[in-house]
């Protein structure tokens, strides 16, 4: 572990060229860079590093005040030997150190002066463990920032705020800083803590209405009103990238493509804010006239005519649209103040980006105004009679060219192309035939979070658990029940499950537009340069 801390430290002190993130794990570190060209020169220059020169900064001392009152303390007592008391008197009679980030942001993996208290994960893990709960697995303690799946071990709770947007460094605990826990009775909250960093009000760190005035005498928000938000509709940019040490992935689009593509027809900086929308359905009403362009999924896209607000909602319901017109896919349009765009459900593809020129004009947390689904941070997915404030910041004085639809597969089978590992070597070659041969269901357990996949399920050859290891966008990981789940944008940074193959990057953004119930087909392929 001294070894990964210490080419962290390297790292994150002198970066490499090319070096864009550092994720240490229990036994690895990932390092994620600009380019592939850029991978292969850090590759290059790690048998080169002095991990001996490393300066390790010293982290703080962190006091956490638990009530040891778990609902699997007297597991954890029959599991170790100890009594509860001993339990107990295990976990504040040495100082934890907090190794690496992973699951979720503000969940630190501290690691113990010695293994008295190791204990497995629990055989089936609990849909919902409430913030707070101080928890053991294998010989690591931590404790669930928010409420979340977990299969932990529960001794305890803490009402310490393990992440808070609010705060300069967010995380209480950060990789590096020693952790020691202390015994209480009772809780005492201090503060309400930042909404936004509970899932809550998105509007608490800065806000997120932009206001400017429209017409003499009246002010609102400048921008599009959502009259109904369909199926999922997230406010998204390129991402929030750096944070993988605090447990934060980068987020952001998931067809990246299309989310250039809508900010360059009108005229915003490729990485400005717009809006995702999955299968359609969404419809915005103009505040104010906007210049619009709608890229991804090819759906049809209908404006109606300026009738007030009450008339818009149910204007899409009353029949034919007198006076409505429609507008082509990836081609800037004019919404003029009070008509209403309504996009279609998808004709191919899954996932369309609505640019508004200059952006949606949102806080932006970590420097990012990108909704993180599996955080909660960033904006709350979009509600009814909610404003999108329209900013300012535009990088062309003119919108683009009507550009190219791109045509997405209608075969009903998407290929990916994936390169294999880096744990490849736990499946055998018949298990790597089985995962190209195959067509992969798309199930509805899928979101933004990664795809699980249905099919006749991989067998691994070797048994045993893997360390948590950082993971990316894009990686096939194979639970035990040899099952594929792809991840994607809004993935957690480490996972224990080995990484069969990554997606090329470039092919990330055609499984953002492979629909709930559509089918994949991996495809092996080699490393570029290899």
Partial sequence: MQEVLALQALLLENPLPGQVDVLAAAKTVLVTAESPADARRIAADFPGLDLASAHQAEGGLVVIDTVYDGEDLAEVARLTGLSEDGVVAAHTGQTWTVAFAGFAPGFGYMVGEN????????????????????????NYSAVYPRQSPGGWQLIGRTAAGMWDLDRPQPALARPGDRVQYRAVRELVTLGSGSAAAAGGDPTAEGGTTVERSVGEGNVL???LRVVSPGLQSLIQDLGRRGYAALGVSAAGALDRGSLRRANRLVGNAAGAAAVEI?????????????VLAVTGATSELTILPASGASSAEHAPHAGPNVGARTVAMATPFALLDGETLELGPPQSGFRNYLGIRGGVAVAAPLGSRSTDTMSG?????????????????????????????????????????FIPGPRADWFDEAALESLC?????????????????DGTPLKRSRDGELPSEGTVAGAIQMPPAGLPVLFLADHPITGGYPVIGVLVDEHLDLAAQVPIGGRIRFRAVSLPGS
């Fill in 115 to 138: 293994t008295r208290l190791e204990v497995p994960r629990r055989s089936s893990p609990r849909t919902a463990v409430p913030a707070g709960s101080v928890a053991l697995a294998g």
């Fill in 221 to 223: 928000a400048a921008g």
């Fill in 278 to 290: 999955v299968a359609g359905g969404l419809r915005v009403q103009a505040v104010g006239d906007q």
């Fill in 377 to 417: 941070i960033g904006p709350a997915p979009l509600a009814k009679g909610q404003i999108l404030p329209a900013g300012v910041a535009t990088v062309s004085n003119v919108v683009g060219s009507p550009e190219i639809q791109p045509e997405y597969p209608d075969t009903g089978v998407t290929v990916l192309d």
């Fill in 437 to 453: 041969s195959q067509d992969w269901l798309v199930t509805p357990q899928s979101n933004r979070v990664g795809m699980r996949l």
